[in-house]
């Protein structure tokens, strides 16, 4: 009895053990930076999603939820992952009616323009991310048919561990302590990065069906939204096509017309839009912000004139899509504050940013220079204060003086979150060791004037700006 009771023990340990190890190791993004659809998903409360966007990277980075909030108070949500394949998309929606009822499905088309997938890391994106189900095998078998890679090793996949197991190379402190952003965000890709764009033109529609699993895959879309009592709307967002690409969206469109659907090829879109190529792609087939705003809008306006969507704006239930919209105001204001051009664009954004800490740090000689003008912005400073230079933290909406350039001083010192420290003190001017953050070293160089810019909300260190006084 004893003997049976260690053991017991001992395997129940090491099954919490393996389990551990598990969570460290996983698959945690969806597309590329530790953020996960999947996750975000399961943190979302019952029956709340209006309408959800399912397909490749071209949803995650052209429909932002926070977009469709702000506007019109539609709940919506990106399950969208990298190369999302024809047979993914199903299962995902599938899951996803598990525990939501959206009134509408978005699908996008994309994945009728290819079999399999590019890179490995999209298999793994796509078949490691989803919690063990009855559907595991199906979907594993499904895609298997039209991978061999996949075929010739399907108990690597089912057990997931052969393949995870090898991360250990490159793990960060993400796989140890999770994104917070997997509690709250929408499953959008933020990126505000704008590149030229080639023009596309989709030509005159010339429908073609290349095999019957694109067919099949649509009707099985249908089949599982009437269901799931579910609207059913397939589109394409714009992309460039090769060969016979845009011929198959437009078999697509043929189906949907078919059928009754709803559908959206947003190639043919562009000008109703005013989609511009030099500044609303980040790349051929991807929009940016300023994209994705614009296509965002345009299905707000839909849902709430044709569907009549509730407004949720203001209800406690809602409160991770308030928060979603937080997480993309910090985003968006950090990456204007990185790319702005000059001290007054700098000092004008960070005064708009009360929930960011900044360390204002002024050495060598600064009297004359007119950082000043710009400085005053900053709630706090004085130009007594100014001239007789020193260490500034902002924070809360104001500035307060931390530190006089005297190495008698003690250091100052301060938790900015669970995860950073600062560090500031004076040795001597442009001497390293002034200030740090966490073990990054972040003193003055060689400008008079520099500006160290952390956002506690988003854990993560934003930039640092270097002004010279002459």
Known sequence: MKKALRITIFLLITVLWLGKVYDVLRWKDTHGDYLSSVSELAETPKDSIDVVFVGSSHVYAG??????????????????????????????????????????????????????????????????????SVDTLPALESYAAKDPT?????????????????????????????????????????????????????????????????????????????????????????????????????YAGTFAQENGIDFYDFNRKIKELD???????????????????????????????????????????????????????????????????????????????????????????????????????????TEEDYRAGGKWLWENGSLSRIMANDPAAPAYVKDLDPYATLRVQYTADFTPGNIRLGSGELSNKSGELRIIVYDSFLHNFLTVREFSAD
């Not at 996949?157 to 994104?179: K, S």
């Not at 997997?182 to 080639?198: D, F, P």
């Not at 005064?351 to 400085?375: C, H, K, Q, W």
């Open 150 to 250: 996949v075929s010739e090793n399907m108990l690597d996949y089912l057990a997931r561990w052969p393949i995870i197991h090898t991360r250990y190379r490159e793990l960060q402190r993400r796989d140890f302590v999770n994104d917070e952003a997997n509690l709250y965000a929408r499953g959008e890709y933020l990126n505000w990065e704008s590149n030229k764009a080639e023009t596309i033109d989709p030509g005159e529609p010339d429908p073609l069906l290349k095999n019957e699993d694109q067919e099949k895959w649509l009707k099985e879309l249908k089949a599982l939204c009437d269901a799931n009592d579910c609207r059913l709307i397939l589109m394409a967002l714009p992309f460039l096509p090769y060969d016979d690409d845009q011929r198959y969206i437009d």
């Open 275 to 381: 989609l511009n190529y030099e500044s609303d792609f980040y790349d051929d087939s991807h929009l940016n912000a300023y994209g994705a705003k614009k296509v965002s809008l345009f299905f707000g306006k839909e849902f709430s004139e044709r569907f009549g969507m509730s407004d949720h704006r203001g209800d406690a239930a809602y409160a991770l899509w308030e928060q979603d919209l937080r997480y993309y105001e910090h985003r968006r204001d950090g990456d204007s504050l990185a790319i702005a051009e000059d001290l007054p664009a700098v000092t004008e954004l960070l005064s708009r940013m009360p929930e960011v800490t900044a360390v204002i740090s002024l050495e060598g000689s600064y009297e004359n220079a007119d950082f000043y003008e710009s400085l005053r912005l900053l709630p706090g400073m």
């Open 63 to 132: 429909i932002y939820p926070s977009y469709l909030w702000t506007n019109y108070g539609i709940a919506a949500f990106d399950l969208a992952i990298s190369g999302m394949d024809r047979d993914s998309a199903y299962y995902y929606l599938k899951h996803m009616f598990k525990t939501q009822s959206p009134k509408v499905a978005v699908v996008d088309v994309f994945p009728l323009t290819y079999e399999k997938h590019a890179v490995p890391g999209n298999i793994y994106r796509n078949y490691l991310s989803l919690p063990y």
